[in-house]
């Protein structure tokens, strides 16, 4: 697969985690695809931390608003009944637990749930942003990524990088399978039939425990 069907493998699985009416926070980059690959019939309510809720579609060029701008900075729109409020407010929503799912990227990820997903100071992304209280204030979070980073794996025994949160990672997608963070580690749950279980282990530097119930990845 190249890199946007790599993408867009990882967003199609992750929208099926999405249910009709759940309030949904997608971070920059790769979940911001999730939408379009919404089952028929559900919709979401999505969230953004700089003040909305009930963003709609990204806007064609040419069309956009320069007063609908997403956390990443990025044109977004409102579906009819949209909200906007000051951050203060957004982050209330947040930290007082009305977000159901959150889904981020990352960094580093290891398999007690710890997350990395911020860059070092000087770097394109200098901070951590929304990401710690996302973590720390949704019901589920959920991680949408690319397995490997320049072949290096990103799933590890422990994070190396400066943590966003710890232990509030509940899944990992990424385009060789769908992960859950149990007591007991990281169970693979689901498997792309690309790929074999000793391919994915091979990219993971955490030992994965596998499901007896292992599935391909519809």
Known sequence: MDKNEIRNFIARRAAQELHDGDVVNLGIGLPTLIPNFLPEGVNVILQSENGMIGMGPTPEEGKED??????????????????????????????????????????????????ANWMIPGKKTPGMGGAMDLLVGAKKVILAMEHTAKGNPKILKKCTLPLTAKGQVNMIITEMGVMEITPDGIVLTEINPEFSVADVQAATEATLIISPNLKEIK
């Open 66 to 115: 320069p007063w609908f701008i997403n956390a990443g900075g990025g044109f977004t729109s409102a579906v009819e009944g949209a909200s906007t409020f000051d951050s203060a407010t957004s982050f209330g929503i947040i930290r007082g637990g009305h977000v159901d799912v959150s889904v981020l990227g990352a960094m580093q990820v290891d398999e007690k749930g710890d997350l």
